[in-house]
């Protein structure tokens, strides 16, 4: 689904973000990046998503080289970007109205995926009516509508409080088999990291480096406090803290 060779990128002459590296993403997967604030986690979506060009390397979507890739990929920031004068559905439907899309074929479909979400009851609601993780919800919901086999998610339970994020972990490992999408995720959060993914790349200041998380699905936020998962956690926090070693 997403392939990087050799990737590298700076802001300019002597500052560069990141040389030379390499991942890929397989159809169906969860990857989860993670690295210290300024490891250019952000600045690759960017280049993911053809905000921004890369000094050198390959970026392959799908298995093909696109030198255009702006509307190629799914993607959804930490803030959730809900317009406020537009409900619920309404902001739902906000892609298919940027690619001249039939709404009218899509509303019964986006009806089902509301009732999925636990939005049915709010459809005709404002932003300003929902709660955080309504809000991350729609706004997921909004990314899911766009088509696009491949979600890039940029924390986007980053800015919710611990329980509410609990709760969206819960909620999208239930959605997880439904989804059929392969997901790009940063997070700066490790449990959340290992619950949710099936490998993990560690942004680092001389690469990146993968990690496979050894969990069978479906998966319960109940194993947080399994032994297994906490040894995971103290391997992957030593990872990071011993990231220049």
């Known amino acids: 689904m997403l392939q990087i060779n050799d990737l590298s990128y700076s802001f300019g002459p002597g500052k560069p973000i990141f040389e030379k590296i390499s991942l890929d993403v397989k159809a169906g997967e969860f990857v989860s990046i993670i690295g210290a604030s300024g490891s250019g986690k952000s600045t690759l979506f960017k280049l993911v998503n053809g905000l921004l060009e890369p000094d050198q390397g390959q970026i392959l979507i799908n298995g093909g080289k696109t030198g255009k890739r702006l509307g190629s990929v799914g993607y959804m920031p930490q803030k959730d970007l809900l317009l406020p004068w537009r409900t619920v559905n309404e902001n739902v439907l906000l892609p298919l109205e940027v690619t001249k899309g039939n709404k009218k074929t899509k509303?019964?479909?986006?009806?089902?995926?509301?009732?999925?979400?636990?939005?049915?009851?709010?459809?005709?609601?404002?932003?300003?009516?929902?709660?955080?993780?309504?809000?991350?919800?729609?706004?997921?919901?909004?990314?899911?509508?766009?088509?696009?086999?491949?979600?890039?998610?940029?924390?986007?339970?980053?800015?919710?409080?611990?329980?509410?994020?609990?709760?969206?972990?819960?909620?999208?490992?239930?959605?997880?088999?439904?989804?059929?999408?392969?997901?790009?995720?940063?997070?700066?959060?490790?449990?959340?990291?290992?619950?949710?993914?099936?490998?993990?790349?560690?942004?680092?200041?001389?690469?990146?480096?993968?990690?496979?998380?050894?969990?069978?699905?479906?998966?319960?936020?109940?194993?947080?406090?399994?032994?297994?998962?906490?040894?995971?956690?103290?391997?992957?926090?030593?990872?990071?803290?011993?990231?220049?070693?």
């Open 107 to 245: 509303l019964l479909e986006v009806r089902e995926w509301l009732a999925r979400f636990g939005l049915a009851d709010y459809e005709d609601a404002y932003p300003n009516e929902l709660s955080g993780g309504m809000r991350q919800r729609a706004a997921f919901l909004r990314t899911l509508m766009t088509g696009k086999d491949l979600l890039l998610l940029d924390e986007p339970f980053g800015a919710l409080d611990s329980m509410t994020k609990r709760n969206m972990h819960s909620w999208l490992l239930g959605l997880w088999g439904e989804l059929q999408k392969t997901v790009l995720f940063i997070t700066h959060d490790l449990e959340e990291a290992i619950l949710l993914s099936d490998r993990i790349y560690v942004l680092k200041v001389d690469g990146i480096q993968e990690w496979k998380v050894n969990l069978p699905r479906p998966r319960s936020s109940e194993l947080i406090y399994q032994e297994e998962f906490i040894r995971m956690r103290r391997e992957l926090e030593w990872l990071i803290q011993h990231e220049n070693n």
